[in-house]
């Protein structure tokens, strides 16, 4: 929709002018990025826009430690590209599989961003699912200048919530290869066959044994719950129980209820760790 | 610079412009507008062959690029939504084709195909037309001789819809002082307005005026219309100085264009004493009255208790026929059931533009069902006589009942007149979801008895339906609710205590079924149980307990008390039983694998009276033209309900004629005399009967006319396709008899039924609560069907939002009354993924009532549903569920109660 507030559009070209136009935002004046949610809701504070997208960052990049995605690279990047590619790293279907739990349609995958996606801070965001399953590290610039670093699990605090302050930009995010080698398993639980995540849970067993298991979208922010073998059934089915009081309670909006939401974390927990055995 | 369909657009968007009002902006109307949000599609475009949703697109990113649209995309796929039927409304439709175009491989692959069409809905077919388009299957024939009645002919404006040159309401040449209006709307569920300060606003740049309840008529009015506006109660103020709901509308601001309107709106300061809140139906009639201020002028039946509109009547003696069931080892049972808050979303939202002629006379372009209704309301309104007014429409893009209301004309007309420009007020999405009328949501308990053989003693049924904050449709939705689905079963002792009551919530209105759906549930889950407690099939009760010709027809009161109209014009439901029974035993998807799932069949009949009672009127005429063409003007506006289609293939049936030399114009109060307009499935049984009596009425005065050149007797001259052939070789050319006229009526009485019966096999998983529809038929008795492949799509469709009603959708209110489900992504219309296909029926039936046999096939589809997915869950889990939808996550947990 039309955002009819807005007043200006700055376009930065490269890194230079993306630094210098982060001092300026504040309430009124937002990042852009693919732009698929803020255009999608009124915005009647906003009078500036600053997009992101023709900064021309890299959208993905391959190394010997993992993939390094841009905060503009968009999901029908990444849903696209071919694990066959990369024999090394069993968990590249898991970004496909993430792509195909967003809510929004193949054609909002041309727009929408991975960065985007986390930034928005939704619990059903799937990108924020990625990047918590396979230890994502965001790098974030700040308007003076300097960098950070944090896991996505911790930069989503809550619904819609984050750690960023304003003038910093989430300019990419780190799949570490230690990550990328294990084998992944991914489960949705939704009100429909291709609705919005209502339990969206992401495992992970890695080579040495180790398992991990990131639960979103039942819970307001990222839980990521960590072993270094495959638990048992009870102890696993404890540790889900009890993220409902340690991540902000089981989630209650139109899209499930919480009761179904804990049970489904449950259920699909277990059904991962059958999968991951 | 952007090129769109191969022609530069030099014009530099605004910097928080999206891409549709770019291309809409500079006369690209073949970008809809669905959703504004990215959840429809409506407004898919290609950007350099990438298909995007257009309204998510910032349009300074397309500088430079070259946009497609519907009418740039090769004819050949179009063509296949045309051959396919691919379409009823049509407003979908050119977001449909771009992404046809762009992701032809992904569609071709049956595993690829519903993610891939997740982000275009359609609310009216039910996707399997869409489907045949995409897979090339041609539904729709050319008429080339004989009757029409009967073929599958294609819509008339089939070939404009798919490249998107079909007009739709704010489509088309738009004036150079378009003014447009933004509405302030209610923060609070039941407020009293203590002032209004509208200087900021009137001070901004381009705020033309500010609409206020100090400033227009405090005529007291209902948005519903009918053919008697005295069936509605008058208890509605075009602006009133009490909110009953949040999100009722407050003040108008016009500006010289949204932004302006937008920024006035915001800057209007209301300032509100907050009133108790009514949000509980149950205790609605013992709170604070919402409406206590009216008086008897309003036709409330019970202001301060808060009731609408009431019913509580009996034939016999409901317990003695429970006491009788038992005593004869028979059965009664009974329970609660209750239905959602479910919005009709056609996916062309309210929206009109009026304007002031160089005669003075108001001009309204409008999205309705109803044009010459609100013709006449809004004269009332505006103090003016009815031919002060005019009223049309142009293709309307979807309905399903919510436009049989005055929703916004109210508003642009006084803009207009207020400010002397025309003026638009489109509806966005979320205006559609939180402040325009709903289905009725409902309470009800049933009471049913039988005795061993299933034949009934006792039927008894108590609905409390929610009105919301304004009487509306309550009291025809809760009559038509309560009558038929009782009416349908044969039973001595019978009684309905029923209540339509206030509540400070959004308005319900008048939706698909109108109030049988919500009515239906219950009662044909009650007998699903009744069924199962006799060891009876519950096919088997149905054949047994339903009317049949020569038995009255009571819901609650005896023939004698309650005059009636209604007859038993053909009779279709013993043939719909045996189709669907028939069709559900043959095999359907396969059940999951896996410990957690259940399977399990189930089935509901339902009954709709053709025409609604009370008189529903049409008028039509059919001309010749000069070239020898024919023209049929009729009051009804095409909103894909298929009616231009079938008023075609009704003249020309009666013309002999050749269907393209048929032209349908409709929906204008300048046009005829009279239409109550196209509601209540009336398009083909009162309008048709209109204009097969007009051109019956031309027939006739072609033969005199061609009889009287020819020197011969009007019974030797036959009526062609071309022409009146006389004896001997003589002929006259229809050219030669231009300006011949002739005229039809129909008053609406007396009125027939029609029945539906629906049946599916439901595999549930007990662990998720999830439901797979493995099998669903649908038998349909619509007597003589006009158009095969239109009827066929009504039914799919209905089916579809049945699904959806049964499934999926649910407005949510919190605990302030406000809306919670506000976009498509938090209100889930059923998408592709979502509508399995169902296998349709119709019964052999002439109806001795309709024209050429035909009987109303729009809305009775949707009926029986939801009850016969009840009743398959039921079988499957063995618990019953009460309440809809039935989400995944209420499914799971009745499996927990197992």
Known sequence: ?277 | MTSVDGVPLPAEPRPGQCLRTYLRDHGHHAVKKGCDAGDCGACTVLVDDVPVHSCLYPAVRALGSAVTTAAGVPDEVGERFVAAAGFQCGFCTPGMVTTASAFADRLADPAARARTLQGNLCRCTGYRAIADALDGRANTARHAAGPAVGTPAAAPASARIVRGAELYTLDGPTPDDLAHLVVVRSPHAHARITGIDTAAALAMPGVLAVLTHENVPTTLFSTARHENRLDDPDDTRILDDVVRFHGQRVAAVVGTDPAAAEAGARAVVVSYEPLPAVLDVEAASGSVAIHGDKGPASRIADPARNVVAAIHEGVGDVEAGLAEARSSGGAVVGGTWRTGRVSPSSLETHASRAWVDTDGRVVVRTSTQVPFLVRDELARLLGRERDGVRVYSARVGGGFGSKQELLTEDLTALAALATGRPVQWELTRTESLTATPTRHPMRVSVRVGARPDGSLTALAIDVLSDAGAYGNHSPGVMFHGCHESMALYRCPNKRVDAEAVYTTTPPSGAFRGYGLGQVQFAVESALDDLARELGIDPFDLRRRTAVRPGDDFIASAAPADHPDDLQFGSDGLPECLDLAQQALRQSGDPAPDGPSWRVGEGMAAAMIATIPPRGHRSEASVTVEPDGSYRVRVGTAEFGNGTATVHAQIAATALSARLDRVVVTGADTDGVGVDTGAFGSTGTVVAGTAVARAASALASELRGKAAARLGQGSEECVLGPDGVHGSGGAFVGLADLAGARGEGRHEGSPRSVAFNVHAVRVAVDTATGEVRILRSVHAADAGVVVNPQQCRGQVEGGVAQGIGTALYEEIRLDDAGRVTTRVLRDYHLPQYADVPATQVFFADTVDTLGPFGAKSMSESPYNPVAPAIANAIRDAVGARPRRLPMTRDRVWALCQDV
């Not at chain 1, 890194?15 to 504040?26: F, N």
């Not at chain 1, 922010?221 to 072993?227: C, D, T």
């Not at chain 1, 009890?242 to 939401?261: K, M, N, Q």
Request: hydrophobic share 45%.
């Open chain 1, 1 to 277: 929709m039309d955002l009819l507030t807005v007043e200006a559009l700055e376009r930065p070209r490269d890194d230079d002018e993306v630094r210098a136009a982060l001092p300026g935002l504040g309430p009124d004046r937002a990042l852009l990025g693919g732009g698929t949610f803020l255009f999608s809701v009124p915005q009647p504070h906003l009078r500036g826009l600053v997009d992101l997208t023709a900064a021309g960052w890299t959208p993905i990049t391959a190394a010997d430690d993992g993939l390094t995605v841009a905060a503009t690279a968009t999901l029908a990047r990444l849903a696209d590209l071919d694990p066959a590619a990369y024999p090394q790293w069993p968990a590249l279907p898991l970004l496909a599989g993430c792509c195909e739990a967003l809510v929004g349609s193949r054609k909002v995958w041309h727009v929408a961003t991975v960065g985007g996606n986390v930034c928005l801070a939704l619990p059903a965001g799937p990108m924020t699912t990625l990047a918590a399953a396979l230890d994502g590290v965001a790098t974030i610039w700040d308007a003076s200048g300097r960098q950070r670093r944090e896991l996505v699990e911790d930069l989503v605090v809550g619904t819609r919530r984050t750690t960023l302050v304003a003038g910093e930009v989430l300019r990419s995010i780190h799949l570490p290869a230690t990550a990328l080698r294990g084998r992944t398993a991914l489960r949705k639980a939704s009100l429909a066959p291709l609705g919005r995540s209502a339990v969206l849970i992401a495992g992970r067993r890695d080579p040495d044994g180790a398992f991990t298991l990131a639960v979103t979208a039942a819970v307001p922010r990222p839980a990521v719950l960590r072993y270094e073998s495959l638990p048992t059934p009870d102890r696993f089915a404890a540790d889900v129980d009890a993220l409902g009081a340690t991540h902000g309670g089981w989630y209650d909006d139109p899209h499930g209820t919480p009761e179904w939401r804990h049970a489904m974390s449950r259920h699909l927990a277990e059904e991962i760790r059958a999968e991951l055995r």
